[in-house]
Structure formats: C-alpha cells, structure tokens
C-alpha cells in the first residue's frame, strides 16, 4: 500500500488562494470583516486571522461564511477552481 504525505495546508499555495478569494467576496458584497463577523456570531478578529493566514478554517466554518455573503458553498468552491486553474 502506497501513501502520498500531505503537507500542512496552510502553508500551500492552494490554501493562499482560498483566503485571497473569501477576502475578494467579502469585499465584493461590500462587508466589512466586523459586518462579516456580526453575520456568523463571531468577533471582527476571527475573519481578521483568517484572511492573513494566522487561522485555518474547516469545511463547516466555510459553509457559514459563505452562507453570510449570500453565496452557496458550490458557487465558492467553482470561484475557487477557477481561480486555481488561473482563470479568475
């Protein structure tokens, strides 16, 4: 049996680009990160340590966010696809 390392996600070029993207829709619907914060019931500081790389969000964290922005996780995760691909 094979397996393949994963190293920390955070620290990969593709996690850069999930952050980078959730800051350009935020800012895109005109929130600020307390307005962001207010939506999800957290603190400005909590989208503030996500968006420059200090904390990692997991997939149900994400969901949230993107359900405050009125956006589905799928339009996110398409956004994000084409933002890897370097189709933006």
Do not use: W
């Amino acid at each position: 049996m094979s397996f393949v390392k994963i190293k920390k996600t955070i620290h990969a070029r593709e996690y850069h680009k999930v952050i980078s993207l959730l800051r350009e829709c935020r800012e895109a619907k005109g929130l600020t990160q307390k307005n962001l914060a207010d939506k999800i019931g957290s603190d400005q500081t909590f989208i503030s340590k996500i968006e420059i790389g200090e904390r990692r969000i997991d997939i149900i964290e994400l969901r949230q966010i993107c359900i405050a922005m009125k956006m589905t996780l799928p339009e996110f995760i398409e956004k994000l696809e084409s933002h890897l691909k370097g189709k933006k």
